[in-house]
């Protein structure tokens, strides 16, 4: 961590009050929030869900979402009022010395243009490059952010990049202007371990060598550990505490702050290894792809009653494309899929009803999983009515005790829309809406990835409580090694659409290891400053003896 108390004061924040709109009524987000960044400083902004981090990251832009407003305070950005200077102003400042890099990049970049399109637009507009100059210095930025073929990647469109690279692409796109401060928000959630060490070191690299001050908003208390100088940390709008990086790692002051450093302790028992029975899924070398490329090869593994078998691989590995083939959304080109000893049908639309409700899936993203304009009444209920032909004040009471069971009240939640619930509340609408099919197999994609740790750990032991009453078998993907610890009873390593390793989970993280694996668990962010600085340090060292 480097010492900025030296450099001058970038932006000041005082008493920042920001309110959000439900229906006719304000209600507070940010309550009386202060903030002081300095050039080439990095702030870590952390915090469970709805703590208002993007909220307040966003404010720091003078800017603020549909449905909110500032309300009091001050934002001061380099001498210039944010409150008090014109739309126009704001703008003006906005990519070209304020930028700012969103979660999802592959929501957030326009699919029907490249990305050097899309890189060049902030510098010309701004009058800071032409469009030729524009075009080179992406190159450049490509370089520096380690991505591959940096001359040639810029004149592929999003979709054919992928989500590692895409989110490296858009760091550079916030650095054309060569912007006095960027809000990073979440920009590695989405991403599996290896590929989140290469965003973080370019991330890390180029913010230096710009000396940029930079907004760091993260639920992963790992990597604001490699990423930041000081540490924010927010709860339901408030501040709770603020220190240098090192002295809030070893010496937090305040309680939520050590139930935060302390979250990560939930891990189910062991359970012994499954010797006989027929799997409630049996995957058996499937070769599958898309046009003539093959995604699987040859792969097989089974799934039994009340197990968790966790599916890791990076980006790319084929982990979603085998609970495609599983679903019957993908056919395999060979191999088959069975359910409970039988062979399914290998296109969903040939399978039968019932063949349709035991398999179940839940999504990562629960914003765009749930229809905005449904309520959850409806979003539960349909599975229940199509697959169990509910009507009426059954369906009514099904979908009751289907809210209790993800331990949301029914009178409050039953009509609700998904925009009225938390992060961590669609996602157990998502869990329900799986349940509402009373299915013996459920898919968990990526289902606590989105989520900050304290939300993400009570949906695990959800997930676990669940399983036990219904005796449901888990297909868990994630790329998240930790979540895997705490969950799995057995570990599929995945890469390059092969099954590199799998066993019990207490045989997968005891070495020997295959040297994937070991690249998987070397690469899991530590609590320690140093920890990201030291693993480069010796994986370049390896590159050089090899």
Known sequence: MKDTTEK???????????????????????????????????????????????????????????????????IDFDGIDL??????????????RIAYVAQSAAASFNPAHKLIDQYSEAPVQHGIMSRAEAERDAVELYRRMRLPHPEEIGFRYPHQVSGGQLQRAMTAMAMSCRPDLIVFDEPTTALDVTTQIEVLAAIRDIVAQFDTAAIYITHDLAVVAQMADRIKVLLRGDE?????????????????????????????????????????????????GYGAADILKNISFDIHKRRTVAVVGESGSGKSTAARVITGLLPPRQGRVLFDGAPLPADYR???????????????????????????????????QMYLGLQ????????????????????TYIDRLPSELSG????????ARALAAEPKFIICDEVTSALDQLVAEGILKL????????????????????????????????????????????????????????????SVPEMDPDWLTRLLKEREKKAGKG
């Open 83 to 96: 409150r008090k200077a014109s739309e126009t102003e704001r703008r003006a400042l906005r990519g070209k």
């Open 240 to 288: 709770v505490e603020e220190a240098d990086t090192r002295t809030m790692l070893s010496a937090p002051k305040e309680d939520y702050t050590k139930s935060l450093w302390a979250v990560r302790s939930y891990a189910r028992p062991v359970q012994p290894p499954v010797t006989e029975g027929i799997p409630v899924v049996s995957v058996e070398t499937v070769t599958a």
């Open 350 to 384: 040939q399978r039968s009803r019932d063949q349709l409700r035991q398999a179940q899936m839940i999504y990562q993203m629960a914003d765009t999983a749930l229809n905005p304009k449904l309520r959850l009444r409806e979003l539960i209920g349909r599975p229940a």
């Open 8 to 74: 001058p004061v970038l932006l000041t924040m005082r008493d920042i009050h920001i309110d959000g709109r439900s229906e006719e009524t304000w209600s507070p987000i940010i309550k009386g929030v202060d903030l002081t960044l300095r050039k080439g400083e990095v702030l870590g902004l952390i915090g469970e869900s709805g703590a208002g981090k993007s909220t307040l990251g966003l404010a720091a832009m003078g800017f603020t979402r549909d449905g909110c407003r500032i309300s009091g305070g001050m």
């Open 424 to 431: 961590g509340q669609k996602q157990r609408i998502g869990i």
């Open 463 to 522: 997930l676990d409580r669940l399983q036990s009453e219904f005796d449901l078998a888990y297909m868990f993907i994630t790329h998240d090694l930790a979540t895997v610890r705490s969950i799995a009873d057995e570990v599929v390593v995945m890469q390059n659409g092969r099954v590199v390793e799998q066993g019990p989970k207490p045989e997968m993280f005891q070495p020997p290891h295959d040297p994937y694996t070991e690249l998987l668990l070397s």
């Open 392 to 411: 009426g004040k059954a369906l009514t009471e099904r979908i009751r005790d289907l809210l209790r069971l993800i331990e949301l009240e029914p009178d």
